[in-house]
């Protein structure tokens, strides 16, 4: 008992000392001052606590000012401003990037045509390749500057010459122009997992099925020779002159043997794919513009969600879970007359054990969650105001109460207590369904799902119908995404 009090003392002090890393990611952040904030023993002014210290303490001046003048933010404004901005920043570098590629091209190929009519002095030149960018430029110029390295994401290299042990590579061809009329292809490496497919090319009037592979990063079709002449049926098939360069990721220059169009049948339909041939031995690849003409790829901008009629039918059997209540809007702070409630909300690290070969979620969100508790008597009288019209009292939990939180989230836990596959955070409620496939934990998913309908029919919580997010592979507990 006599070491508690030193041992708050000092970790209110680590938290009050706690400062954003640098390249520490907002979310990275928040949730290392949550752990923080533990064992600091606040109780209700924790989340209070938590907003002051990530206004002060974040790096970004601008944004600590605009959070700083916003008299009415909140903790979750707050939060999803940092994580707005940082996307916004990491969005902007890329485009930065791809900007400082195309300026260093054009430069590269400015400085080969002045080259026939002068020579620059041996002081301004840079015969060597540079560590950072890999190519030669003159002194102080580096166009990796301030450049974000997308292998490793630190900063002022590219990813071509990062050093750091990553992922090994496929080839990724990118293509450029000269003043030469010539193409350029850039072949690099990105990802040690290919993906195959087989396509039936038409050779003579038959059906020949070739194995190729899928690469959306390349911007033309490449074949080895010796694979060619196996798909045609010829040792010295004619191919056409080509006007193609292929750069390899040594930034070795290479000329094809030629090109040739072969047809492809594919979905009923017959395509004509024109082809690099190399004389390396190599089978097929097609870019990611046959890939999309042959329908073999489809690009996908949201999250995959499972089809499954059974969970959609479980809501639908309980929609008056989704229905409305009519309470009233304003709340009427009371934070000055209130004690605050001592109930300990779960931290994230606590609930991600309970996630482990989970494989399919449902997001529910409560209906303005404090307005389903009603107050009692005495409660009630407490938050009575004037009117116009008269004295008019709350029957039910006003929002901006400070013990609010606290007790919507101590009641909710009771709603939930002993479901399987179910957790309440805040006043959202998490579903997940665990098992080695996914018919399996689709199976164990909808059994919990079921059980939470009923149990909320009973406590009488209402949902909100337009939150809901279900049979999702993944899904969202404190601000971290689980898949």
Known sequence: MKTSRPQKKYERAVFNLAK??????????????????????????????????????????SLRERLWMDRNITL????????????????????????DEVKKFQKRTQDKNNSKNFREPNSKRQDKECKYCGYTHEPGKCPAKRVTCKKCSKKDHYARVCYSKGKNTVKEIGSEREENEEDILNITT?????????????????????????????????????????????????VEKS??????????????????TLKCLKHHKVYKIKFEIVSWKHRPLLSAEACE????????????????????????????????????EDPLHLNQALRGCDYQMPTIEEILPELADARVFTTLDAKKGFWQLKLNDESSKLTSFWTPFGK?????????????????????HEIVQGLRGTIAIADDILVYGKGKTDEEAIRNHNRNLEKLMKRLKTANLKLNKEKNKAMSKEGEVLWSHID
Do not use: W
């Open 20 to 61: 954003q890393e640098e390249n520490e990611k907002y979310v990275d952040y928040f949730n290392r001052l949550r752990t923080l904030l533990k064992n600091c023993q606040y109780g209700t002014l924790e989340d209070d606590l938590l907003l002051d210290k990530i206004i002060c303490s974040i790096k970004d001046t």
């Open 76 to 99: 979750d404004q707050a939060i999803d401003k940092c994580k707005a901005k940082e996307l916004s920043q990491q969005q902007l570098r890329n485009i930065e990037e791809s900007h």
């Open 190 to 238: 990105r990802n040690p997992k290919q993906i195959n497919t087989e396509l039936d090319f038409i050779i003579n009037d038959e059906i020949i099925k070739v194995s190729c592979q899928l690469d959306t990063g390349a911007t033309c079709n490449v074949v080895g020779y010796e694979e060619f002449c196996k798909i045609v049926g010829s040792s010295s098939p004619k």
């Open 243 to 260: 006007s193609t360069t292929l750069k390899c990721f040594s930034d070795k220059m290479v000329k094809p043997v030629g090109q040739a």
């Open 293 to 328: 003409q042959l329908r073999l790829i489809k690009v996908c901008n949201k999250v995959e969600k499972l089809e499954n009629e059974e969970a959609q039918e479980i809501i639908n059997r309980y929609a008056e879970v989704f229905e409305g209540m009519g309470c009233i």
């Open 392 to 412: 008019y009292k709350y029957l039910r939990l006003p929002f901006g109460v400070k013990p609010a939180m606290q007790i919507y989230q101590k009641k909710q």
